[in-house]
């Protein structure tokens, strides 16, 4: 498996590790919850899930650029993507897209 496919699936262990959410409620790919939720509390959007993946195991810009691609792929280029999609299947579907991605 090459590097950037390793970030997705990175990516989709964290989230099904600590839990995912979207817009306001994200949490930082630094660590740092939002505004509204104390940092423990906070989940990962996607974003906030890939860049978190990609500083943990040191991906490089190479890599995460590649793998930003594949996403692309599936989800084409959405702006908000995330945010767009339903509470109550969101994250199985983002979970989903990052496995898939990393397929390709």
Known sequence: MKRD????VAAADLIE???WTQGRWARRANGTGCRIASPAAARFDITGAFYRAAIDGGYAEKSRRAALDRISKVIGTGMFWNDRL???TGKATVIATLREAATL
């Open 17 to 19: 590790r600590t839990g």
């Open 5 to 8: 496919q390793q970030l997705l």
């Open 86 to 88: 339903p509470r109550r």
